[in-house]
């Protein structure tokens, strides 16, 4: 079995100075809820064997909060092409990916990343907000094999419904 989790970057900050959509870095609470999501993913699992973000500042940062909160750690890879990307991007990214990595995590955006759980899981996502995690278990040996309409969604965690990082 293979699991993807699919990870959408923190909430951005629109007010600041950026040249671009791609360098629109997090704001305040996108950097709150990542670091929650980063220490929710250490005490629920499983966590990544490898990373593959989009090359957005946002997205970048979002991997720099969750996996310093988490104390979690595995090689990340960065790539444009999880930048507007679709679902078909993600699953030949996923068919890439070596077979040692049991545990592969994607980040990056919307609406990509919930058309990409829906095509996986044929469960349907009518909200995944900024920082938000899903889980996919796919019952594959290889990342070859990876397709759509072949996975279970087991989790979506929504950053909001942690109550126990609210304060921090």
């Given at each position: 079995m293979k699991t993807v989790l699919l990870f959408r970057h923190?909430?951005?900050?629109?007010?600041?100075?950026?040249?671009?959509?791609?360098s629109r870095p997090l704001a305040k609470r996108g950097r709150k809820a990542a670091r929650a999501m980063g220490q929710w993913l250490a005490?629920?699992?499983?966590?990544?064997d490898s990373i593959v973000s989009s090359?957005?500042?946002?997205?970048?940062?979002?991997l720099k909060r969750a996996q310093k909160?988490?104390?979690?750690?595995?090689?990340?890879?960065?790539?444009?092409?999880l930048y507007d990307a679709y679902p078909s991007d993600l699953l030949a990214i996923m068919r890439r990916e070596p077979d040692t990595t049991n545990v592969l995590m994607l980040i990056g955006h919307e609406p990509?990343?919930?058309?990409?759980?829906?095509e996986l899981s044929n469960e349907d996502v009518y909200h995944f907000p900024t920082a938000a995690m899903a889980r996919i278990?796919?019952?594959?040996?290889?990342?070859?094999?990876?397709a759509f309409g072949r996975g279970t969604l087991v989790?979506?965690?929504k950053p909001k419904t942690l109550?126990?990082?609210k304060l921090r």
């Open positions: 923190g909430k951005s900050d629109w007010d600041a100075d950026y040249g671009s959509d791609h005490q629920k699992g499983p966590l990544p090359t957005a500042k946002r997205a970048k940062q979002t909160a988490g104390a979690w750690n595995a090689p990340a890879r960065f790539t444009r092409d990509t990343w919930s058309e990409t759980i829906e278990d796919l019952p594959i040996d290889s990342w070859r094999e990876a989790w979506l965690q109550v126990q990082w």
